[in-house]
Antibody, heavy 118, light 109 residues
Framework: QVQLQESGPRLVKPSETLSLTCTVS????????WSWIRQPPEKGLEWIGY???????NYNPSLKSRVTMSLDTSKNQFSLKLSSVTAADTAVYYC????????????WGQGTMVTVSS | QSVLTQPPSVSGAPGQRVTISCTGS?????????VHWYQQLPGTAPKLLIY???NRPSGVPDRFSASKSGTSASLVISGLQAEDEADYYC?????????FGGGTKLTVL
C-alpha cells in the first residue's frame, strides 16, 4: 500500500528556509494531490497547502507568502519550502495524500519534528 | 482560535456512547462543505476516520459514525473501548483553505 516518509533538517535557524521532502512508496505520485500539514507542540493541526501531480498548487492564505511546493515525479517525491521561519514555525510537519474527490487526507506520513532555533 | 469549534475534552466509560461536536459557520460547514474526522493516538500521525460527512474508510469499525446538519457536525463513538482514547479533529473548508477544529481529547474512564 502507499506509504509516505518525510525527510529533511530537524533544526533550522530563524530567518532561514525550512525544506522538507516527502517520498511516496507503494504507488505513483502522478495519481493524486499531496498536502503538507503541521502541528505545533501540544497544539492542533494546520493545513499548509497542496500540490497536484500536474504541479498546480494551492496554499493556506495565512502562509502563502512564505510557502513553495514542488514535486519530482522521477523520484516520486514532493517538497515543501517555508521561508523566513520563526519560532512559531516549530512543529511536527506531516505530508499526506489527498482523498480522491474530497478535501480530506487519507494517508499520512509519520511526521517529522522541525525546531526553529539559533 | 480555530474556525471550527470542538469541546476540549469528553469522557466516557467502556461500552458507553460519546458524541464529539464540531461547530462552524455559514462560510464553511453551513456553506455545504464536507466535514471529515481524524483520530490521533498519542505520539502518532492522525488517521482518517470519516470522510465526506458520513463515509468510513476501509478498516474503520462501524462503531464510529458521523453526521452533519446546518453549521455543525458530530462524531459518535459507540461501544467505547480503551483504545479509543485519543485526540479527535474535525476538518472542513473555508475561504480557500482546509481548516481543522481545535481537537477534542477523549478519555476512556
Amino acid at each position: 500500500q502507499v506509504q509516505l516518509q518525510e525527510s529533511g533538517p530537524r533544526l533550522v535557524k530563524p530567518s532561514e528556509t525550512l525544506s522538507l521532502t516527502c517520498t511516496v512508496s507503494g504507488g505513483s505520485i502522478s495519481s493524486s494531490s499531496w498536502s503538507w500539514i503541521r502541528q505545533p507542540p501540544e497544539k492542533g493541526l494546520e493545513w499548509i497547502g497542496y500540490i497536484y501531480y500536474t504541479g498546480t498548487t494551492n496554499y493556506n492564505p495565512s502562509l502563502k507568502s512564505r510557502v513553495t511546493m514542488s514535486l519530482d515525479t522521477s523520484k516520486n517525491q514532493f517538497s515543501l519550502k517555508l521561508s523566513s521561519v520563526t519560532a512559531a514555525d516549530t512543529a511536527v510537519y506531516y505530508c499526506a495524500r489527498d482523498t480522491r474527490g474530497y478535501n480530506s487526507f487519507d494517508i499520512w506520513g509519520q511526521g517529522t519534528m522541525v525546531t526553529v532555533s539559533s | 482560535q480555530s474556525v471550527l469549534t470542538q469541546p476540549p475534552s469528553v469522557s466516557g466509560a467502556p461500552g458507553q456512547r460519546v458524541t464529539i461536536s464540531c461547530t462552524g459557520s455559514s462560510s464553511n460547514i453551513g456553506a455545504g462543505h464536507d466535514v471529515h474526522w481524524y483520530q490521533q493516538l498519542p505520539g502518532t500521525a492522525p488517521k482518517l476516520l470519516i470522510y465526506g460527512n458520513t463515509n468510513r474508510p476501509s478498516g474503520v469499525p462501524d462503531r464510529f459514525s458521523a453526521s452533519k446538519s446546518g453549521t455543525s457536525a458530530s462524531l459518535v463513538i459507540s461501544g467505547l473501548q480503551a483504545e479509543d482514547e485519543a485526540d479527535y479533529y474535525c476538518q472542513s473548508y473555508d475561504s480557500g483553505s482546509r481548516i481543522f477544529g481545535g481537537g477534542t481529547k477523549l478519555t476512556v474512564l
